[in-house]
């Protein structure tokens, strides 16, 4: 069983930057996939990043250069998504997930930002 704690979220107006964590506990393998779905009010969930193993990482087109995910050096279960240069549009909760043989979600974190 793996649990995913998610943090950092918060409002920023646009062009400002936040810095998301998420936290999971359990057991995690470092081969596993982390990142991040988003969800705007009225919309679906969408992807937004993810990293595999210590540095293979993806990125949505509308995110690739904004946003950075990473793998905290010294421990598979922590994963950051540093965002830069935030938009408006980019406003929604923030879902951490993790997959390896099954796939766990976190609750989510709110990000605002304002025009």
């Known amino acids: 069983q793996v649990q995913l704690l998610e943090s950092g979220g918060g409002s920023v107006q646009a062009g400002g930057s936040l810095r998301l964590s998420c936290v999971a506990a359990?057991?995690?393998?470092?081969?596993?996939?982390m990142g991040w779905y988003r969800q705007a009010p009225g919309k679906e969930r969408e992807f937004v990043a993810e990293i595999a193993g210590p540095d293979t990482t993806h990125y949505a087109d509308s995110v690739q250069g904004r946003f950075t995910i990473s793998r905290a050096s010294a421990a598979a279960d922590v994963t950051y998504l540093q965002m830069t240069d935030l938009y408006p549009e980019d406003t929604a909760v923030y879902y951490c997930y993790y997959f390896s043989t099954q796939e766990y979600w976190g609750r989510g974190t709110q990000v605002t930002v304002s025009s």
């Open positions: 359990g057991n995690i393998d470092i081969r596993g996939h």
